[in-house]
């Protein structure tokens, strides 16, 4: 009976062992799989990255020139003001 068992036993050990066996070509060839998709996904990732680094770049210009826009309206809202002065006081003279 023992011995019987440890045959079953040893029996379901072999076909469990012929399973893995078949499954694993199967494995290697998804692995390889999974392996090209992440190198994929990987070379996108930095292509993104790369498009976000221009655009923040973009968004640094455009603040650079609304910030000097606004410094050149002031300043010839500055001198509208005193061409706006001196006219006035030509006039009352």
Known sequence: ???DQSKRSQEDLMSKLQMLTL???HACVELEKVW?????LNKEKEHLVNQVRELDKG???KDDFQNQLCTI???????MAKIEE????????
């Open 23 to 25: 499954d694993h070509p």
């Open 36 to 40: 090209m998709e992440l190198s994929v």
């Open 73 to 79: 309206t002031k300043e010839r809202d500055k001198l």
């Open 86 to 93: 001196h006219q006035n006081h030509d006039i009352s003279l």
């Open 1 to 3: 009976m023992a011995n």
């Open 59 to 61: 968004l640094v210009l």
